[in-house]
């Protein structure tokens, strides 16, 4: 099993991200974010950044009351590229102060600092893919790094209703999903039940399949792919597929 550093990642994701943005048009639209420009988009992911650092630093043991942080944005529309990397610099350095595995709230299933530190980077990376594809760009992703990302996103929707209410809508009389990463990433089960909806074990035929790339599956995850994409094999009960995408939106 592969052990992946989630706190070099974000550094990383992060430094690709502002070499996207250096000689960009910042007022270019941001077509899988509508109504946000690049600066948009960078703002968003900094203050991000910025929010989950001072969530660390607190070692918040119960929900927080209030989300004002001092984001210190920049006067002018070229300083936002930097901005973002000092965003990602000072989150590096409270993730060398911070215990990883302390125990801390989360919104989701890790009740430790580690979830913040994780949630960061995928957060990153996908914005670093929208802002490649609204600059007519391929996006490359990881293949072990997109795995992860499949992961931490099915294992944390059950828990994402508090701003992803349409979660609340995934129900079904055990009615099953199977994302199959065909590079070899991982195989994911979802079960949608009268009560609920999370991720099983189970080698049994699902009702509906998308097998993929990790990378593919992941950005299809985010409503950053359609399933009718290229790449993906999709199978199955096809109105199971439809409700899942119209309220799993993240």
Same mark, same amino acid.
């Given at each position: ?42 703002? %968003? ?46 989150a590096g350095t ?17 009740? %430790?600092?580690?979830?913040?530190v994780r949630r ?26 997109a795995a992860d ?93 439809? %409700? ?7």
């Amino acid at each position: 099993m592969t052990t992946i550093d989630h706190g070099a990642a974000v550094a990383a994701e992060t430094e690709r991200f502002v070499a996207v943005l250096r000689d960009a048009d910042l007022s270019t639209p941001v077509p899988s974010c509508p109504g946000w420009t690049l600066t948009d988009l960078t703002r %968003h992911a900094g203050s991000v950044q910025r929010w989950f650092t001072v969530l660390l630093r607190q070692r918040i043991q119960q929900p927080p009351r209030s989300r004002e942080v001092d984001l210190r944005l920049p006067e002018q529309t070229a300083d936002y590229p930097g901005w973002l990397a000092q965003a990602a610099a000072e989150a590096g350095t409270a993730f060398a102060e911070t215990d990883l595995d302390a125990p801390m709230w989360a919104w989701g299933v890790d009740q %430790h600092a580690r979830f913040w530190v994780r949630r960061m980077l995928f957060e990153t990376l996908v914005h670093r893919v929208d802002a490649e594809l609204a600059l007519g760009r391929t996006p490359e992703l990881d293949p072990v790094l997109a795995a992860d990302g499949v992961t931490e996103f099915l294992v944390n929707l059950p828990h994402a209703a508090v701003f992803a209410p349409k979660t609340a809508e995934l129900r079904g009389t055990d009615r099953t999903i199977r994302f199959t990463a065909t590079d070899g990433g991982g195989d994911w089960l979802v079960r949608l039940r009268p009560d609920g909806f999370g991720l099983v074990d189970g080698g049994e035929s699902a009702d509906a399949e998308i097998r993929g790339g990790a990378a593919e599956l992941l950005l299809l995850l985010y409503g950053r792919l359609d399933r009718t994409a290229a790449g993906l094999d999709v199978r199955g009960d096809d109105g199971l597929l439809t %409700h899942w995408f119209a309220n799993s939106a993240f």
